[in-house]
């Protein structure tokens, strides 16, 4: 009988898991933005104005330093992706390797349309419908709202002795969550800017590009410098093997800063996880629930740290 509840509720689980994704999204966000929240009320603004005035400073974010760049970027990213298989052939032939073409175009064609497809069914199932996107907006608005009198609701569900462990455990997730998406963002927008500046300086075109290629990939841990590096040692090496060089000393510079500098003061807060667990967490994730469940298996595998923590040492 046990073991047939265990299968229900996890093919129900598994069937829910868009609902669910969208609902630990919200969590996620309602942790980064609580920090600033109380800081807020502690000024003495009113709640709803505290919460607002967030979300509020991230528009006004994205309206100014994100929308601008994007018809260059757009014009950027297309001639990249268009002149790659001739880089990647000519990258080849440098190396002494022959490839054809016309397959490359053929098979970067395919991806492409490959990866329009996925990206389409991944923004429309969790990010891309307008009702998906106002929902989490919403769901994290409200929990940011009611964060205190939702952690006294859920704690009141355990026995009164369990419950001040239960409010402390929540915090620590709260914390944890909140500052890896915190760390994230930031870590995302030095490691863009960096490559930005330093690929410039030695004269790479499509800088800018590959920039956020590096800064969007680091949300990938432990793979994604390595992923971020390879096409801009491609387009580098058809044009000069020197270039290809520095290109591989500014991105080992970038991550030797980005690893004994930068992550100790952003992500001090957050899980540190062995790289291996980094790994098999995303291939896990990205199984189940493909691009998202890749994305957000490390702040699961974080929470669930917390909760096995809390349950092996309660007295802490």
């Known amino acids: 009988m046990l073991a047939l509840f265990l299968i229900v509720c996890g093919w129900f689980i598994f069937e829910l898991r868009g609902i669910i994704v969208s609902i630990f999204l919200s969590y996620i966000i309602m942790a980064a933005l609580l920090p600033f929240v109380e800081y807020l009320q502690a000024k003495k603004f009113n709640k709803i104005l505290s919460v607002f005035i967030p979300y509020i400073f991230i528009l006004i974010a994205i309206f100014l330093l994100v929308i601008p760049l994007v018809p260059f970027f757009a014009e950027q990213i297309h001639?990249?992706?268009t002149g790659f298989p001739q880089y990647l052939n000519k990258s080849a032939n440098v190396i002494g390797f022959q490839l054809d073409p016309r397959q490359l175009q053929a098979y970067f064609a395919s991806f492409a349309n490959s990866l329009s497809q996925n990206a389409l069914s991944f923004t429309g199932k969790i990010f891309g419908s307008v009702f998906t996107t106002v929902t989490v907006i919403v769901v994290s608005f409200y929990l940011l709202m009611y964060s205190e009198d939702f952690k006294?609701?859920?704690?009141?569900?355990?026995?009164?002795?369990?419950?001040?462990?239960?409010?402390?455990?929540m915090q620590r997730v709260n914390d944890k969550l909140g500052a890896w998406l915190r760390g994230q963002v930031l870590l995302s927008f030095f490691i863009g800017l960096m490559s930005w500046i330093g690929l410039m300086l030695i004269g790479m075109p499509f800088a800018l590009p590959l920039a956020?290629?590096?800064?969007?990939?680091?949300?990938?841990?432990?793979?994604g410098p390595i992923l971020s590096a390879i096409p801009a040692v491609i387009v580098a090496l058809t044009i000069s093997p020197t270039l290809a060089l520095g290109v591989v000393v500014l991105y080992i510079l970038i991550q030797l800063t980005e690893n004994h500098v930068i992550v100790p003061k952003l992500m001090q807060k957050a899980v540190g996880l062995n790289p291996v667990v980094v790994i098999l967490g995303i291939m896990i994730g990205a199984n189940l629930m493909g691009i998202p469940g890749a994305l957000l298996s490390i702040p699961f595998i974080s929470f669930m740290m917390v909760l096995f923590e809390s349950i092996e040492k309660p007295t802490e």
Do not use: N, Y
């Not at 006294?152 to 455990?169: I, N, P, Y």
């Not at 956020?212 to 793979?223: C, D, N, Q, R, S």
């Open 152 to 169: 006294q609701w859920f704690a009141s569900m355990f026995q009164e002795s369990d419950r001040t462990r239960v409010r402390l455990t």
């Open 79 to 81: 001639s990249l992706f």
């Open 212 to 223: 956020l290629i590096a800064g969007l990939l680091e949300v990938v841990p432990t793979l």
